[in-house]
């Protein structure tokens, strides 16, 4: 049986080369991310803002207007609201009751239910969730720590492994993969829950174990080519890699894949956050973090012919000067 290829055996591809148009890419990229998250903002979900979040399904689309106007006039503050999956589920998100009474949120609810019910025949009520504005609060604090942790023990973790350069390239390559997802969901307005914050951090996760299979097959080279030209062994590295590292991206891509298609709404933003983390990763990996070495003015055999001139210092130290 004929084994499956996508990539072919011992490929040469100048990927340093076009690094300079690379880096020029990722810095617009960035900037336009940082851009869209200051001029559009993330539509934060109620886990982050807090409040009631009602899901209401219709018989055909509602006109968004009316649906809106509708909630407004029962004067329980404005509705926030947003089209899941298909176009006939509505999210609707609205302030916590100002009533400390635990009875205040499902009147609320019911209040909204009974409008709804009497404007659109057919609509029918699926659930709601509420969380405190307190709770919202300590869940961003909490999600930006987590975020930035991951970001800062990786790249030490990279820089006592291998060398400084190694470091800075992979915090660099993650910190990149994230703006792209925050400039996406900006961009979409997709809701931005607790389910992102898991995606950026499995995104950060898939990131850095490609970029460490690259980063060890480079450290490997630098060993057995210690007169290679940096660029020339970089090249060899990510072609060496390169099958693993595409079947791996193509093979998530296709649970992804069926996860958006039969996930529903509720895992969209989830999985369309992992499949765009998928393709900067790679991407990010391969043409950014490695070529960035030469940037940074990482030589073949780094580390060790430092390590043996220090030996030969200390030999040559011990045995002194002949009399």
Excluded at 27 to 37: D, E, Q
Excluded at 39 to 66: C, H, Q, W, Y
Excluded at 248 to 253: A, K, L, Y
Excluded at 282 to 295: A, C, F, G, K
Aim: glycine share 8%.
């Amino acid at each position: 049986m004929r084994l499956l290829k996508i990539v072919p055996d011992n490929t040469n591809i100048g990927f340093v080369r076009v690094r300079h148009i690379a880096f020029a890419i990722t810095a617009l990229l960035t900037i336009a991310a940082i851009a869209l998250v200051a001029a559009r903002g993330l539509n934060m979900g109620v886990d982050f803002v807090g409040g009631v979040s009602i899901e209401e399904k219709f018989v055909t689309a509602p006109p968004l207007d009316e649906v809106r106007s509708t909630v407004n006039n029962l004067g329980l503050g404005e509705a926030a609201l947003q089209q899941l999956g298909g176009a006939n589920t509505v999210t609707i998100r609205l302030p916590l009751p100002e009533s400390s009474d635990p009875a205040a949120t499902d009147q609320m609810v019911e209040k909204v239910k009974a409008a709804l019910a009497a404007k659109f025949p057919g609509a029918t009520f699926s659930n709601y969730s509420t969380v405190s504005g307190k709770v919202s609060g300590e869940l961003i604090q909490n999600g930006v720590l987590a975020v930035v942790l991951a970001i800062i023990g990786i790249a030490i973790f990279s820089w006592l492994r291998y060398e400084w350069q190694f470091g800075v390239s992979t915090a660099v390559a993650i910190i990149h993969d994230v703006l792209m997802t925050l400039g996406f969901f900006a961009l979409t307005q997709l809701v931005f829950d607790l389910n992102i914050v898991a995606a950026v951090l499995t995104i950060i996760g898939y990131s850095i174990n490609d970029k460490m299979v690259i980063d060890d097959r480079i450290r490997e080279n630098m060993r057995k080519f210690r007169k290679m030209e940096m660029r020339d062994l970089i090249d060899l590295s990510v072609n060496e890699t390169l099958p693993r590292t595409v079947m791996t991206s193509v093979t998530i891509m296709l649970a992804l894949a069926a996860l958006l298609i039969f996930g529903g709404h509720v895992l969209q933003g989830f999985t369309a956050a992992m499949m765009l983390g998928i393709v900067v990763g790679t991407y990010s990996s391969v043409y950014v973090s490695s070529s960035l070495l030469i940037t940074l003015g990482l030589k073949p055999g780094f580390r060790e012919d430092r390590q043996e001139a220090a030996a030969a210092a200390n030999k040559a130290e011990r045995l002194g000067p002949r009399d």
